[in-house]
């Protein structure tokens, strides 16, 4: 075990032993001060890791301190809104995911069950909504909440925000079906009118100039984004550990902020030396690169620990992208902040017809020259496993095989490994004997 998993399995445990808010603030300010989080960060084998895990602590640590308001945000949000109005945000899913690697999934989960949150519940909502229970989230002054493609978020929030007595600052806002000049008009007076009543609510004006600024940081950070989705096109040698699907925190929760740019900069200067190194490797190291098979990752995968990765490392399978990085928005206009927000939620292709999904994944299969698609079928999720056969079918008119991967991303007891072993082996065997 190497000094960072150390650091990391000693939290874990401590956190376990002392499973409160107060003792996380308290692990959250240490972990956060300058010197321990500059030496932490030194620990990080990859630079990816580094800024990821700095930018993480950094804006939980926020969120935990009690300095500054603190909004819950559904995942799908563009949380540009949260930092243009100066609330932290703290993203529920995202959460429940780190629950599930800090090995608290079994408690959270069946603290839901106690309070009878039905068991067909997607577990991220219920593991949150456990740790809402047992008292483990920062207390939000607001909960905004989008209903694009999760069902369940709506109704959690509704109940997170019952528990905290703040039903009158919870917003839940309608994402229409479909994408038009008429619909972006829609959903940026929603956007414009919860904000100027979350700002009445803080005794302030809507600052304009702070929407700008954000919107700005936004592009930034989404051109830095592309580029890393650019430098992956081409990319087979990765640091170690790298996983992509570690970035949904600051793919969703800091667009918009400094970190968010700081964090997608440093992961294409990374990568971008890996590609050098990748040309400039041996042959022997090209010719291994050369025989991998692509593979693009669809929704999300198990924060306990696993061998899917490994797995597919072994067998010189490599996930090149997954889904949860495309870039599906336009450059935003920090002029028209809220015309520019709605856009960007309207362009996510979860929303409205199936077929915008499945677009979106055939033209991630050409970019990235995909051998396989593993759609994670996670546990509750009706949207991305309603749209399963319809995307499998639309994959094989490319000649690309699609595994449907049942499981959970945070309860292991609902995830077979041995079955998943099995089947990931029959689908490699497929790809195998098309080559
Ligand atoms: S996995 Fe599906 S149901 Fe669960 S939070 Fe994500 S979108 Fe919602």
Redesign the pocket.
Known sequence: MGITDKIKENIKVKIQRNLDRNYITRVLNILGSKPVLSTYGSTFSSQSDKFLNIGSIRILKKAYSGKYPVGFGS?FLAHELFHSLGIVPFLP?VMAGFTAGLGLADKTLKEASSRWYTPDL?T??RSASGAVELDLFPKPDFIICANL?????QKTFYIDAVRYGITGNYYLIDIPFEKSERTVDYLAEQLEDVSKDVCKKQGKNLDMDRFSETISLSNKFRSWAIRVNEVRKKLLLYPKNFNGLNFILPFHGLAGTKEGVQIYKNIYLELENFLSRQENSADKTCERLAKTKKILWLHLRPYYKNNIFSMLEENNYRVVFEEINYVYWPQLDPEKPFESLALKMLSNPLNGSIQNRVNAIVEMSRQYSIDGVILFA?W??R??NGGARIIKDSLKRMDIPLLVLDGDCLNRNNSSEGQISTRLQGFMEIIDSKC
Request: contains cysteine; aromatic residues 6%; charged residues 15%.
């Open positions: 995942l899913e997607c991220f909502h493609a999760c069902d369940a978020a996670h509750g999720c949207h991305s």
